[in-house]
């Protein structure tokens, strides 16, 4: 240490005397909890329905978090870069994942609640390269760059409610198949949108 200087670390590191959830009677501004090395198992207050942009961002310990029913809005970047972060559990009142939200949660791979989701927004899970499944509602709006690079295989319900994007080959399901890649994302999604799923195999798309 250089003599004369103190260092604070408490807003760098988030130490144990940093804010804490209950300082925040209804939304949890942007950047509060960047850094935190103490939070671990996350579950967000009742009382609370905004969580700000990057509010939680690079928590390095950060494994579950659980987000009530009470939340509606969710920032960008809100857990970006939380390498650790494994489990997730979504409002059922958000209808947005927004840009860069879980990118670089490299640990991610469980995700519940995802029935109420009609929009993920540009880079929403980036990085995310231990996601090897995702089940949503049909119809939703998914930009190009959202999802992990891994995934190749979409599925649409046989009974035209849901699609499941995958990492992996499914054998002996109930949906109808298609592959993907980077080069025909554009037709993915389209279809992912459209009502109904008797379209061309989209991997042999012009």
């Known amino acids: 240490m250089i003599e004369g200087i103190k260092v604070d670390n408490s807003r760098l590191y988030g130490t144990q005397s940093g804010p804490k959830l209950a300082d925040f009677p209804s939304e949890i501004k942007a950047n509060s909890f ?9 579950r967000i207050p009742q009382a609370i329905t905004e969580l700000g ?13 659980y987000i ?35 990118g670089g949660c490299k640990s991610l791979v469980v995700l ?17 390269d231990s996601l090897k499944e995702i089940t949503l509602s049909k119809g939703i709006t998914i930009d190009e760059t959202a999802l992990p690079n891994n995934f190749k295989y979409i599925y649409v319900a046989n009974d035209d409610k849901s699609v ?4 992996d080959k499914k054998e002996n ?14 037709n993915l999604f389209n279809m992912v949108k459209e ?12």
């Open 34 to 42: 960047q850094y935190r090395r103490d939070l671990t198992f996350m």
């Open 164 to 167: 499941t994007l995958s990492a």
């Open 195 to 206: 009502s109904a799923p008797e379209i061309p195999n989209v991997a042999k798309t012009e």
């Open 112 to 128: 519940n609640g995802l029935e109420s989701i009609v929009e993920i927004e540009p880079y929403a899970f980036d990085g995310c």
């Open 53 to 65: 942009r990057y509010c939680f961002a690079r928590c390095p310990e950060l494994i579950s978090v």
């Open 68 to 102: 009530p029913d009470s939340v509606k809005r969710v920032e960008a970047g809100a857990f970006f870069d939380c390498k650790k972060l494994e489990y997730v559990r979504f409002s059922s009142e958000q209808k947005v994942i927004a840009e860069k939200c879980f």
């Open 173 to 186: 399901i109930d949906a109808k198949q298609y592959d993907f890649s980077n080069e025909n994302m554009s």
